[in-house]
């Protein structure tokens, strides 16, 4: 009977109930990290609690419950993610270090702060260069393979990594993977071996577009946020099910649609901003019932304010995806945000 929709915000989450015939019913609790889905069963409950009803009865009648977060951003612009190491095509170790050359010093940075580009430094990057580690291997623009991958070198990257560097995570960006993945799955088949409780991310599978900095910045960001998110819609998915929900968990993404929970863990990249993206969805179909096709969509969260413009009734979407100050390559709806939400962190001297 019931549609549940919840989204786990910087300071709060919030929870909405639909039912053909019905008023909607709103919960609303405290977000509660580390672990968010705790907050999220409480939420839920707090909607029950508006109903009337159980926590169990409302769940056991509802077909589709779907989920908005921004745990993905906050781990990223709090820099609480994993530990994570890159394992790169042997010469090419700096990709992400470098970025775009001289771009990278002023990429994601206000206008004043551009006006003085020497004064510009390249953001500290989400893995530590003593964590990058090239293998020999190479594959050429066609998806030749010109040079298999060193395996003993793959093998001895890996246990370096884990047991002298204690990452907890994998990013594996090798040249023209995408044309062909065979060198990188087998990087994954070892980690897999040796070490199936670090969380492992290929670029062939998570941006398998040209473009090698945006490529391997991309496989880092999943890399560096997935374990956590993983962890935690697993733990989401089990308090579900026990309080007695069994339909799909769905996912919302940032570029306006939905994943199911398990490939939405393999992909954390895809939630960045996903809780506005679908409020800028919401407030389209809002236009069109009002007869607007010009519509401004803001978010006062706890953290953060969001803007995003729609014209002529289509959503902009991000032509140079970015999160914090590093670039990636995923759809995304373009939402613009600044650090002045309703919970922000004041003080007096």
């Known amino acids: 009977n019931y549609l549940v929709a919840t989204d786990v915000g910087g300071t709060c989450t919030d929870t909405i109930v639909f039912a053909s015939g019905e008023p909607a019913h709103l919960g609303k609790t405290l977000s509660t990290p580390p672990d968010f889905s705790v907050g999220v069963m409480d939420s839920i409950a707090s909607a029950a ?42 010469g090419f ?8 050359g001289a771009y990278g010093r002023w990429g994601g940075l206000s206008e004043d702060r551009i006006k003085h580009p020497v004064k510009t430094e390249r953001a500290p990057p989400l893995v530590d260069p003593d964590c990058i580690v090239g293998v020999a291997e190479r594959t050429d623009y066609k998806g030749a393979i010109l040079q298999e991958l060193d395996e003993a070198a793959a093998e001895a990257a890996i246990r370096f990594l884990i047991a002298e560097k204690g990452v907890e995570a994998l990013a594996v960006s090798f040249l023209w993977s995408f044309y062909n993945p065979e060198n990188e799955r087998k990087v994954r088949k070892l980690i897999e071996r040796i070490a199936p409780q670090v969380y492992c991310t ?50 919302m993404q940032g570029y306006g649609g939905l994943l199911p929970a398990q490939e939405a863990a393999n992909r954390s990249i895809g939630m960045l901003e996903c809780g506005p993206a ?23 969260g706890g953290t953060t304010f969001k803007v995003s413009v729609i014209q002529n009734g289509e959503i902009e979407y991000a032509r140079e995806p970015m999160v914090d100050r590093f670039h990636y390559t995923q759809p995304k709806i373009e939402v613009v945000s600044i650090g002045s939400g309703g919970g922000s962190i004041v003080w007096l001297e």
């Open 49 to 90: 609690v508006a109903m009337g009803v159980s926590l169990a009865d409302l769940l056991v009648q509802t077909s589709l419950f779907m989920h908005g977060s921004t745990v993905v951003d906050n781990t990223i612009l709090t820099r609480d993610g994993a530990r994570t190491g890159l394992i790169a095509t042997r």
């Open 93 to 100: 170790e700096d990709t992400v270090l470098t970025t775009r």
């Open 202 to 251: 290929l670029s062939s599978e998570i941006a398998p577009i040209p473009g090698e900095y945006e490529r391997s910045s991309t496989t880092v960001i999943n890399a560096y946020a997935g374990r956590i998110t993983s962890n935690y819609l697993g733990s989401l998915q089990r308090l579900l099910r026990k309080a007695g929900y069994h339909g799909p968990v769905m996912v």
């Open 278 to 300: 679908a409020g800028v969805i919401g407030s389209r179909v809002l236009g069109e019932v009002l007869g607007q096709a010009d519509v401004i969509a803001t978010d006062m």
